[in-house]
Structure formats: C-alpha cells, structure tokens
C-alpha cells in the first residue's frame, strides 16, 4: 500500500503517484497498468478517484486506454513505418516512390473543387478564395497498418495551363502529376515544411490515433519554370506511428559579388 499526502486534489495526488510509478520503470512501457480494484487498494482511495487519476494521465499521454482491456503505460518504443521524402526518378524518366514504397488506400479518393485559405494562398503564391481542384487520399501502410491522410491541391489556373492535372479524374497521384509537369517543359524542384500538432477530432478519427498524440503535418510545393508554385501536397499522420527521413544535398553557395 502506498500512502498518499501530497497536497491537492486527492485524485492529482494518486495520478502524480502513479506517474512516479511509471518513469521509475515500476510500471513498464506497454505493460498494462494495476486494475481498477488493485489501483484502490493500493492508494486506498474511491474508484472516481482512480478513474479521475487515470484520465488525467491519459490527458498527459502517459497512458493509453484500450477498449474491452484495461489502461496500458504508453510505450516508448520507435515509430512502426519510416517514410522516405526523398523523390525518385526512374530512367526512363517517370518519377517513382523511394525504395518502392507502396501506400495502399483505403477508401477511395474524393476530388472537390475548393478555394484557397491565407496559409495555402501563401505557400502557393495565390491569394485568399482563389479556386482551386483538390483531391483528398487516404492512405494506410500494408506492412504497419500506419494511417495517413494525404492531399492534393493544384490552382486552377494552373490545371488550365497543364490540362492532365486536372482531367485525370479523380486527380492523378503526385508521382503522375509530377510527370505531367515535367512533360509541360518545367524543370522542377520542391520546398517542404514538417510542424506537429495536435489533431482535429475528424483527423484523430481517420488516422486512429490515441489519446494525446500529435500528428505530423507535412507540406510540400512543387515548383516549375520562374520558381512558380505548381502544386501543394499536405501529409498528416500520426506522430507515435511515422518519422520522415531525407536526404540532404549541399547547395552550392552563391558567387560573392565584388564591388567595382
């Protein structure tokens, strides 16, 4: 029996003692925790207050809840399915997925015409309301069963200029669309950004993600001819599940200007 008498709230009291339990190693990374009843029998407390104790962990993340078998110590083991954002180009010129990964999907893809928002108006070099053709994927890993949603965004004065983006219904894959691209005469190159945050509701839906989990959030531009932006792609998954990895190359550094 451990005996509580830190201050405060009594089930604040039982959480904190059993957070202590836990990055001790007392409570091992993806062991299940104590029943409710040994919970109360070794705090001696009501079982609102383990259930309250309980839930504040699972706001922190340390726990997780499985539904028909009982709360489990999150585990801190490495994410399940590393995902290359490297961008290959076979010879024959068609652009492929990296190390052939293949992403299967779940359901099948929803294209809709939109508009632009002030985050992707910038990131596509358009204003606020500019239409837009939008294509929302949602992918799962066959070896991991790791969830990702992805989409793609393409203006549609880009499409009229590059008219296979958008007849290819319903919305050609990025590795299809880049080649579309290349095949109009641009030579293109990409930016992308990687920011965690926590998910939506819908989104912690979809992707299945446990309690407290952050997702990952990934953007990339496709640029052509004049640095123009051509497309913007948006990856979201789960951060317990997925890391990027990529390759980096060194920029050769501009030429110093002399003055006369």
């Known amino acids: 029996m451990t005996e509580i008498q830190r201050p405060g709230a009594l089930y604040q009291q039982v959480a904190s003692a059993i957070r202590e339990a836990i990055l001790s190693g007392e409570f091992e990374p993806g062991a299940p925790l104590p029943s409710e009843a040994q919970l109360i029998e070794r705090y001696q407390v009501s079982r609102p207050t383990v259930r309250n104790a309980v839930a504040a ?29 490297r961008i290959s180009r076979a010879r024959d010129g068609k ?31 358009i204003g606020a309301e500019e239409d837009l053709f ?41 590795m299809t669309a880049y080649e579309f691209m290349a095949q109009a005469g641009h030579k293109l190159w990409w930016s992308e950004t ?6 939506l509701p819908d ?22 001819t004049d640095d123009r932006p051509l497309l913007l792609e948006e990856l979201r998954t789960g951060a317990d599940r997925a890391e990027l990895a ?11 200007r002399t003055r006369a």
């Open 95 to 125: 652009f492929v997925m990296p190390s052939g990964a293949v992403w299967d999907e779940a359901e099948e893809p929803t294209p809709y015409r939109g508009h632009s928002t002030k985050g992707s108006g910038q990131l596509l070099g």
């Open 194 to 199: 990687v920011r965690a945050r926590m998910p």
């Open 134 to 174: 939008v294509c929302d994927r949602l992918l799962i890993d066959p070896a991991s069963g790791t969830r990702a949603m992805h989409r793609t965004i393409t203006p549609l004065a880009v499409a009229a200029d590059i008219p296979a983006l958008g007849q290819e219904p319903p919305g050609p894959p990025p």
């Open 203 to 224: 989104e912690r839906t979809t992707l299945r993600l446990p309690d407290a989990t952050p997702i990952l959030h990934v953007a990339r531009v496709t640029h052509g």
């Open 57 to 85: 962990l699972r706001a922190e993340g340390l726990v997780n809840v499985r539904h028909g078998k009982g709360s489990f110590v999150r585990s801190d083991g490495q994410p399940t399915v590393t995902i290359e954002r």
């Open 246 to 256: 990529y390759r980096i190359t060194a920029d050769k550094e501009p030429a110093r």
